[in-house]
């Protein structure tokens, strides 16, 4: 993967990030919080996908995903355990929304999701910027 490849699949991460976090705002405002939920997950997943990109990396499983991000960022320290924790449980939480029909997400709910997502998704473009990939 050269890096204009890299930069053109990180902006395209990017741009698929943003139209899921547009779902996601939607499908909040119609309170429909499962599909919300769901939606904010991918939003986090193609933004931590376009990061993993940085390094030639691209897992094919959303466990994958996960891996990879603790083993080259969080334990390089690079990101702290807890921005892999809220992704792990965000991750959880969009698998019960998505098969539980009994488990329940409330406004709060994903008031506290929305703003972790996007606290993540911002250190995630700080570090694309600083190292020149966006």
């Known amino acids: 993967m050269t890096e204009g490849n890299k930069k053109e699949n990180i902006k395209a991460h990017l741009d698929k990030a943003s139209k899921f976090l547009e779902q996601a705002d939607m ?6 919080f499962d ?27 959303h466990d994958g995903v996960l891996r990879v991000f603790g083993q080259y960022f969080v334990k390089e320290g690079v990101f702290e355990p807890k921005d892999s924790h809220f992704f792990a449980r965000l991750m959880k939480y969009r698998e019960e929304a998505d098969y539980n029909p009994v488990y329940i997400f409330t406004q709060e709910d994903l008031i506290e999701f929305r703003k972790e997502a996007e606290v993540m998704s911002d250190k995630i473009k700080g570090y694309l910027k600083q190292n020149g990939y966006a």
């Open 27 to 32: 499908l909040y405002n119609s309170d429909s």
């Open 35 to 61: 599909g919300a939920v769901s939606r904010l997950y991918y939003f986090l997943l193609h933004t931590v996908r376009a990061l993993l990109l940085t390094k030639g990396l691209e897992p094919k499983s």
